[in-house]
């Protein structure tokens, strides 16, 4: 996989899309995006995306049809255009009997929808007044939805669903740039299975009226805002299989998950520590008398914070009060004085819906960021570039006045936190499996891209907001890491160079319209440096106050 995913124009009419692989994307009339994606969904027992390939595509004037197959289905995605209607169709069949927790059309809209009033039609033909939600909505704001209606840019646009009940979701709690409509609705049982031969038909019918309002200037002048200082920068321990090369630290510490139901959680604590920095430790599974040992084997090592999650039970990936009390008790056991924090071991998404749970007494908060969780495309990862100062502001309000720290920040899930199955664990007491991660899928090919630095520096500025203490990123090395398991670097490994010589400088951050062009001007005692970073695909010329700066596509640059 490369970084660009180029994809292929449609048009009929009024109505334009882009094809990318087996997803409708920004599927506009008259060039206004009505609807961020119409897209056909196979998840497994473990909400895993079980990726469709387009088998044959058939092109008319007026209609679009995708041949789809994988995961044990088959069949077609059809679209239809006629004047200010378009219609997706879905109709596909098992070929075996599958099990899924999910197979059906989801709508994702764009979030620039935020705030707009929202007529919701229920199955029984009853009319629900709402609105979308403006800041991220921790629980679904709309249930058994058959229709929708709502003002876009001057459009009225509505929608009806057909072939199951469906619901929506915030799905910027997972720093995606949308709100979701989908079926089949989570308080039903899943798993579910499938038998052979069984025939799943639902259909998306789309209409928007009028004519849109002109968008908004599109000229590239970037305003920067005061946002505190920039954030301390620490990078993941290495979870892959040993042996490890030579370390080259970079930033003030390593975030490092140390699972206590696995055999090898010593072994990783010992390699995190060769770096010499200080360690941001996290149990995993921690009960009360696994906490007495893990207590034990932080004497003598260098600790800047540490936190535990239960690991099992509904709130599992939640720091919750009773097991933040068994932490600080087994460290008072062991005379150990250190910050404890807490918060959410996965996405901001839990630490939205259940910050209650944590106790009144945290020295921080912190929730990792995962930005490939429900698509594995480029455009979903530059996408949450856009989302991201969204969940630092609202990240920091829930914090209510303590530190806020980010980590790990990983292109794919560095845990399965919906899986239904146990975390595997290494079978050895030593690393020569890996751990954590490494046993996953959780690599990606865009770690080594050049861009991957561009994004990165883009995340930080974003990320940035007074509040948020600091940003852990990736593995120290790795398939998942700053450097190859030879310990050659990737690009991203200088980017992260940068940032962690300016971390604690005061700081000013703006972006480009679209998100994509971000920019940071950072006061040090030797004068201001601006970093930019450009996630296009072509060449960005933007203006920073009088200054014009011309950013490499996919690229980023240091100003001096």
């Given at each position: 996989m490369t970084w660009a995913e180029p994809g292929q124009a449609w048009t009929s009419g009024r109505w334009t899309l882009e094809l990318r692989g087996d997803?409708?994307?920004?599927?506009?009339?008259?060039?206004?995006?009505?609807?961020?994606?119409?897209?056909?969904?196979?998840?497994d027992r473990d909400w895993g995306t079980v990726d469709l390939g387009v088998e044959r595509r058939e092109v008319?004037?007026?209609?679009?049809?995708?041949?789809?197959?994988?995961?044990?289905?088959?069949?077609?995605v059809a679209v239809h255009a006629?004047?200010?209607?378009?219609?997706?169709?879905?109709?596909?069949?098992?070929?075996?009997?599958?099990?899924?927790?999910?197979?059906?059309?989801?709508?994702?809209?764009?979030?620039?929808?935020?705030?707009?009033?929202?007529?919701?039609?229920?199955?029984?033909?009853?009319?629900?007044?709402?609105?979308?939600?403006?800041?991220?909505?921790?629980?679904?704001?709309?249930?058994?939805?058959?229709?929708?209606?709502?003002?876009?840019?001057?459009?009225?646009?509505?929608?009806?669903?057909?072939?199951?009940?469906?619901?929506?979701?915030?799905?910027?709690?997972?720093?995606?740039?949308?709100?979701?409509?989908?079926?089949?609705?989570?308080?039903?049982?899943?798993?579910?299975?499938?038998?052979?031969?069984?025939?799943?038909?639902?259909?998306?019918?789309?209409?928007?009226?009028?004519?849109?309002?002109?968008?908004?200037?599109?000229?590239?002048?970037?305003?920067?805002?005061?946002?505190?200082?920039?954030?301390?920068?620490?990078?993941?321990?290495?979870?892959?299989?040993?042996?490890?090369?030579?370390?080259?630290?970079?930033?003030?510490?390593?975030?490092?998950?140390?699972?206590?139901?696995?055999?090898?959680?010593?072994?990783?604590?010992?390699?995190?520590?060769?770096?010499?920095?200080?360690?941001?430790?996290?149990?995993?599974?921690?009960?009360?008398?696994?906490?007495?040992?893990?207590?034990?084997?932080?004497?003598?090592?260098?600790?800047?914070?540490?936190?535990?999650f239960a690991g099992d039970g509904p709130e599992k990936h939640v720091s919750d009060a009773t097991t933040v009390a068994a932490l600080r008790e087994a460290l008072r056991e062991e005379g150990l004085d250190l910050p404890v924090v807490g918060g959410a071991r996965t996405h901001f998404t839990e630490l939205n819906r259940r910050h209650g749970l944590l106790p009144d007494d945290l020295d921080g908060v912190g929730f990792a960021v995962t930005p490939l969780f429900h698509s594995r495309a480029t455009a979903q990862l530059v996408e949450s570039l856009g989302i991201l100062p969204?969940?630092?502001?609202?990240?920091?309000?829930?914090?209510?006045?303590?530190?806020?720290?980010?980590?790990?920040?990983?292109?794919?899930?560095?845990?399965?936190?919906?899986?239904?199955?146990?975390?595997?664990?290494?079978?050895?007491?030593?690393?020569?499996?890996?751990?954590?991660?490494?046993?996953?899928?959780?690599?990606?090919?865009?770690?080594?891209?050049?861009?991957?630095?561009?994004?990165t520096i883009a995340s930080l500025a974003a990320l940035t907001t007074p509040g948020i203490a600091s940003v852990a990123f990736f593995e120290e090395w790795g398939p998942r890491g700053i450097r190859s398991s030879s310990g050659e670097p990737y690009p991203v490994a200088e980017a992260l160079g940068v940032l962690a010589g300016l971390a604690g400088a005061p700081v000013e951050v703006g972006s480009s319209a679209d998100s994509r062009v971000w920019v940071m001007t950072v006061t040090t005692p030797g004068g201001r440096v601006t970093l930019a970073a450009n996630l296009d695909g072509t060449a960005r010329e933007v203006r920073v106050r009088t200054d014009r700066i011309i950013v490499p596509a996919g690229g980023w640059l240091l100003r001096e």
């Open positions: 997803e409708l994307a920004d599927i506009s009339l008259d060039g206004t995006v009505v609807l961020r994606s119409v897209r056909l969904v196979l998840r008319a004037s007026s209609a679009l049809t995708l041949h789809v197959g994988g995961g044990g289905i088959e069949g077609t006629d004047g200010d209607r378009l219609e997706v169709v879905a109709d596909v069949r098992a070929d075996d009997e599958i099990e899924t927790n999910r197979l059906g059309l989801a709508v994702l809209h764009p979030p620039t929808v935020a705030g707009a009033e929202l007529a919701v039609t229920h199955a029984d033909g009853a009319v629900e007044r709402t609105r979308f939600p403006r800041t991220i909505s921790p629980h679904q704001p709309a249930f058994d939805i058959a229709g929708l209606a709502w003002e876009h840019r001057g459009l009225a646009v509505s929608m009806t669903l057909e072939g199951d009940v469906f619901e929506m979701e915030d799905q910027r709690n997972w720093t995606d740039a949308s709100f979701k409509t989908y079926s089949r609705p989570l308080e039903l049982p899943f798993p579910y299975r499938l038998a052979a031969g069984t025939r799943v038909r639902q259909t998306v019918s789309l209409r928007a009226a009028g004519r849109a309002g002109l968008a908004a200037a599109t000229e590239d002048e970037i305003v920067l805002q005061p946002a505190g200082v920039v954030p301390a920068i620490g990078i993941g321990a290495a979870t892959a299989p040993g042996p490890a090369p030579a370390p080259t630290p970079i930033g003030s510490f390593v975030h490092v998950e140390l699972d206590l139901a696995s055999p090898a959680w010593r072994a990783a604590l010992d390699r995190a520590t060769a770096s010499g920095l200080p360690l941001d430790v996290r149990f995993v599974r921690a009960s009360a008398p696994g906490l007495f040992e893990a207590a034990r084997a932080l004497r003598g090592v260098r600790v800047r914070t540490v936190g535990a969204l969940i630092a502001r609202q990240a920091v309000e829930l914090s209510r006045g303590v530190p806020v720290h980010v980590g790990p920040v990983t292109l794919r899930p560095h845990v399965d936190a919906v899986a239904t199955t146990p975390e595997p664990v290494p079978s050895e007491p030593d690393l020569r499996d890996g751990y954590g991660p490494a046993l996953l899928d959780a690599t990606d090919p865009r770690q080594s891209a050049p861009e991957l630095a561009a994004w």
